[in-house]
């Protein structure tokens, strides 16, 4: 699906300087949002109930804990977007114990959250819950129907009562954007032209941005905090402007490298679940290296 060469020409044929086009682009991604719809759609995946695993795989689970299966997607009916790399075909499955993985988070380590590809062409049948011992409760199952949807980041997002505000959230590059941008405001409302959205529920969102939930850090800036702490480790007398200077880069840097690989509610109260993955590995295909973010909603 191509949606940065119509924004580019749209844009252009609009008056706004190419310069400033592009360097717009840069922040503009699209997420592929997924839920419940008519009968009407493509089915892209499931929501819930039980999930199609390999013959000879066991249901996933975490130091003896089965963890409660959210979903799976069918890769190859998923729509194809401009710089998100993900499986042409195959099938991804996720699974979150939100409640564990939110304890595990909080402690500093990754835990009780898998993500599992099988490739195309994989003899999979569908798998009953485990036996015996504390049992996950299933989530709901329906058919779920995917739409492509834009994203920005803090500071550029439309109908953004306050921008100032949402500046003090920005990373780096965008707050360095807006200053040196004429045409936000225009650039902001030819998205929202080409691609008008309703403000609907989705079951699970994959690309775009991770965004803030409850009070708690997002996952870019919990990973800058733990690379400072480490580099405190053996440059205790850091001073605090250059702590704080650096911080803010590394943040600005792990949202180019990361994205979200999956963002979704869960059926436990308040609980979210995130999973971020690095471009690179996206496209690599490299699963394990996904991470996993959950956050608390109060």
């Not at 008056?15 to 009407?40: H, K, S, T």
């Not at 996950?136 to 500071?155: F, H, I, K, S, T």
């Not at 200077?245 to 180019?256: A, C, F, N, P």
């Amino acid at each position: 699906m191509e949606v940065y060469g119509p924004f580019r020409r749209e844009a252009m044929e609009r008056g706004i300087p190419a310069d400033q086009v592009d360097r717009f682009a840069e922040q503009l991604r699209f997420a592929i949002w997924v839920g419940g719809g008519d009968g009407g759609e493509d089915v892209v995946g499931q929501s819930g109930g039980l999930p199609r695993l390999p013959v000879d795989a066991e249901w996933p689970s975490e130091r003896g804990i089965p963890l409660p299966f959210v979903a799976s997607l069918d890769c190859a009916a998923l729509p194809k977007v401009e710089r998100l790399p993900l499986p042409v075909d195959g099938s991804l499955l996720f699974f979150l114990d939100p409640e564990n993985a939110f304890d595990a988070c909080s402690r500093g380590y990754d835990a009780y959250a898998q993500v599992r590809y099988v490739p195309a062409g994989t003899e999979t049948a569908v798998r009953q819950l485990p036996s015996g011992g504390e049992l996950p409760q299933p989530y709901p199952e329906y058919r779920l129907y995917a739409d492509v949807v834009p994203e920005l980041p803090p500071g550029l997002e439309p109908d953004d009562e306050d921008r100032d505000d949402s500046l003090m959230f920005a990373s780096d590059a965008v707050q360095q954007l807006v200053g040196e941008l004429t045409y936000t405001d225009e650039l902001i409302a030819l998205v929202q032209d080409l691609w008008p959205t309703e403000n609907g529920l989705a079951s699970l969102r994959i690309g775009g941005y991770t965004k803030r939930i409850g009070g708690s850090y997002s996952p870019e800036e919990q990973m800058a905090r733990a690379s400072l702490r480490a580099r405190l480790e053996t440059e205790p007398d850091l001073a605090r402007p250059e702590r704080m200077r650096w911080r803010r880069e590394e943040e600005s840097r792990l949202i180019r490298e990361w994205v979200p690989l999956a963002q979704f509610p869960t059926e436990f109260f308040c609980h979210f679940g995130r999973f971020l993955i690095r471009f690179d590995d996206l496209a690599a295909g490299r699963f394990d290296q996904m991470r996993s973010f959950p956050a608390f909603t109060e």
